[in-house]
């Protein structure tokens, strides 16, 4: 989904523009007199608009249906009232607005809130935010499609041991130009998304790339979070993650 980023951009667009013609009596206004008073209240109104793009709630039974058998699998023992539902906005690389959504621990709700508004007054690019549901919980797929997530119960990959995923206290950000890279004692690597291969040498520059002093790294930094870039024996260069 995509919509005007603020109120100045909104008047510079042109299905806009026959509303501000319209008060000079140049031009007759085209679309239906309920879409006009829809444009008047946005006009009126920005700082609520904002409001309803960045947003945290319980977990309602329709976001609960999506989740259910997927990244809230049988054996989940998250209780539903320990994570949070969340509405953001971003800009992908060619400057679109898009409308995310995640689900977090309530812990980090206000921080990601926090953290993606001020990437979003940036202009930080980030490809997607949808929830791993819509790739049926499956980390790989999610991770290939560049898509920024956070709650999935599941183990570490390659272990029994549960991933911070799990309890929604970490989010992976446009993981496939980020990609974990695990070095073996044979000196390969291990590279996930294996799609991301060509991105586990961090010498470049390319879109969506994260890197340590950036505006995304310096955020999540500030709010308490642990950086998997910087990590030593693995380098997970999308992950950031909160400990309480």
Not at 15 to 23: E, G, I, V
Not at 181 to 201: E, F, L, T, W
Request: aromatic share 12%; proline share 5%; glycine share 6%.
């Amino acid at each position: 989904m995509t919509f005007p980023s603020n109120v100045d951009s909104m008047l510079n667009n042109s299905w806009f523009r026959y509303s501000r013609s319209l008060s000079s009596g140049t031009f007759s206004f085209p679309l239906p007199g309920v879409l006009c008073l829809l444009t008047v209240l946005w006009l009126l109104m920005p700082s609520a608009a904002f409001a309803q793009v960045f947003s945290s709630e319980t977990i309602s039974d329709s976001v609960f249906a999506r989740m259910s058998g997927r990244s809230y699998g049988e054996g989940c023992t998250v209780p539903l009232s320990e994570l949070r539902y969340l509405r953001v906005a971003h800009y992908d690389a060619e400057g679109n607005v898009c409308q995310g959504e995640l689900v977090c621990n309530k812990a980090i709700a206000q921080k990601l809130l926090a953290i993606f508004k001020q990437l979003y007054q940036a202009r930080y690019p980030i490809e997607r935010v949808r929830l791993i549901d819509d790739y049926n919980g499956d980390d790989e797929r999610s991770m290939s499609d560049n898509n920024t997530s956070c709650f999935n119960f599941r183990p570490i990959a390659g272990s029994s041991r549960l991933s911070n995923h799990s309890l929604g206290l970490a989010i992976d950000i446009n993981p496939l130009y980020n990609p974990c890279v695990r070095r073996r004692s044979d000196g390969s690597s291990k590279v996930q998304p294996a799609a991301g291969r060509r991105y586990a040498s961090r010498k470049g520059t390319w879109p969506y790339k994260l890197e340590k002093g950036d505006l995304c790294h310096r955020l999540f930094v500030s709010h308490g979070f642990t950086w998997g870039g910087s990590w030593r024996s693995v380098k997970d260069y999308q992950h950031f993650e909160y400990r309480p």
